[in-house]
């Protein structure tokens, strides 16, 4: 009788370890289903937890040679996937259907946070999440124009489950993302003046009243410096973490530090650095240094270039992402980059969360 039987290929596939989260396919709970049809033929079916899972001919390729080496009677071995993204959930408090919710924060003005928020958000859409864009950086709300947004946002009248009315907000739609900007509500001469309590209930509000609907990600881009906004984030979701922009020079690697310690303080893990505007203008290598110094995952490194520019005062965010442009290949190895932490923090906790929103 064959020994090439579901339990078989279970078993031989019990300690294979997934070659970019460097944990068994098994504790990931990333084995979806096994078939075997016809007979000799061998299905397996794997759940990525993101959609910026990079390389997965190398998965492939891992589970085809463990299947093989083990079970000789499996003459084909195909691997499918499906992506299941992973996230704490952790919006439920505030009615969010949100997997993950991302900070992108920086020490200083001037850096290119905003720039790269949209940038992760954008490029996650590219991989195909679901993806919103909220800017709560209330000092400079610089992500409509980045993003060529020029309407304002619909406000609806609805009736909620217990009969009240209930105005809800629905998010600006361009690009494939869904986007809200505290610029909306606070006109730009008021912001300066605005006091921890006032952000705490705007920002609540702002999260709650919106339509978000159901995202795998929420990137927020944050005001720099300040602690106010990340205080109030981290008591009303548990976030998955905070990405910390920087250029590559020593006094801005510095606001990156206390970016860092203040993203500590409030409890959002910080996912990593990315050094942006890298080159010959300010150097580079300065944010990897400082990654490894301070043991934080380096996410990768954007040129500074005049098109980065361009397009961002044309409302083009997404031409970045053009074959072509300077800053293509280092904007989508960010966003696998920040995708993939974001899956290591969660699997390095007790076991991965099975709850599914989708
Ligand atoms: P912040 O949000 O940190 O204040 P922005 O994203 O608004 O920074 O960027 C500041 C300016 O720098 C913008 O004009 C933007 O287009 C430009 N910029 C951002 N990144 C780059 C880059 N890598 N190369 C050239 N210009 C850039």
């Known amino acids: 009788m064959s020994m090439l039987n579901e339990g078989a290929v279970s078993a031989a596939l019990k300690s294979v370890q997934d070659p970019e989260l460097g944990k068994s396919l098994a504790d990931l709970r990333m084995i979806d289903q096994i078939r075997i049809a016809p007979p000799g033929t061998v299905t397996v079916k794997i759940d990525l937890p993101t959609h910026a899972y990079p390389r997965r001919e190398k ?19 195909n691997v499918e996937f499906s992506i299941k993204t992973k996230g ?40 195909g999440a679901k993806v ?24 609806q009248e609805k009736v909620g489950s217990n009969g009240q009315k209930i105005n809800r907000i629905q998010p600006i739609e361009k690009d494939g993302l869904k986007i809200m900007s505290m610029g909306f509500l606070v ?27 159901e995202l795998d990600y929420m990137i927020i881009d944050m005001p720099p410096g300040t602690g106010d906004v990340s205080l109030t984030l981290s008591q009303l979701l548990g976030l998955a973490g905070a990405v910390v922009v920087c250029t590559p020079q020593q006094v801005a690697l510095l606001d990156a530090v206390k970016a860092i310690s203040m993203f500590r303080t409030v409890k959002i893990p910080v996912l990593g650095i990315v050094e942006n505007m890298s080159g010959e203008i300010f150097g580079r290598g300065g944010a990897q240094r400082k990654a490894t110094e301070m043991g934080l995952p380096f996410l990768g490194e954007v040129p500074i270039d005049g098109s980065l520019c361009v397009n961002g005062d044309a409302g083009r965010i997404k031409d970045n992402f053009a074959e072509g442009s300077p800053a293509r290949a280092a904007l989508l190895s960010i966003c696998e980059n920040v995708a993939m932490q974001v899956v290591r923090e969660l699997a390095s906790g007790p076991a991965m969360p099975t709850l599914e929103i989708l």
């Open 59 to 77: 998965l492939a390729e891992t589970i085809r040679q463990a299947v093989q080496s083990k079970l000789p009677e499996a003459q084909t071995v």
């Open 88 to 127: 704490k959930d952790s919006g439920g408090a505030l009615g969010l259907h949100v997997k993950n919710v991302i900070a992108v924060g920086s020490g200083k003005g001037g850096v290119g946070k905003s720039t790269i928020a949209a940038s992760i958000a954008y490029g996650l859409t590219l991989l």
């Open 132 to 155: 919103g864009l909220l800017d709560a950086d209330v000092y400079g709300p610089s992500i409509p124009h980045m993003m060529g947004v020029n309407q304002r946002p619909e406000i």
């Open 187 to 213: 006109p730009p001469e008021q912001a300066v003046v605005w006091r921890g309590p006032m952000l705490h209930q705007a920002l609540t509000q702002f999260l709650k009243d919106t339509e978000w609907g």
